[in-house]
């Protein structure tokens, strides 16, 4: 199992990113070819010492890192990436890796 993990920034209308988000981004990224499973966070993202400065996390689980990497070259997978922009005003950052059940 491969995952990609984005932080999203805290937005300056997180309205407006919430409603971006459930409305257009999440169909988007549903559609990205190879797509098994896609969680998001719920509330405030925290760190042992409180806030974190991150507004949401996102995971998109893949079977392996190949098959990211081919949903980010497909139209679909090009087309979430361009709606980021749209709504991410606090930034974001990706991360991708194996997975490996210990």
Known sequence: MAQLVVS??????????????????VPLARAIPGLLRFETSR????????????????I??????GDIAAAFGSP???AAAADV???????????MYDTVTI
């Open 76 to 78: 679909e997978g090009q």
């Open 8 to 25: 999203y920034g805290t937005p300056s209308d997180p309205a407006a990113f919430d409603r971006h988000y459930s409305e257009i981004h």
């Open 60 to 65: 998109l689980h893949f079977d392996t890192l």
């Open 43 to 58: 509330g405030p993202v925290l760190t042992p010492d409180g806030p974190s400065g991150v507004y949401m996390i996102a």
């Open 85 to 95: 922009p749209n709504f991410a005003s606090g930034g974001a950052s990706m991360l």
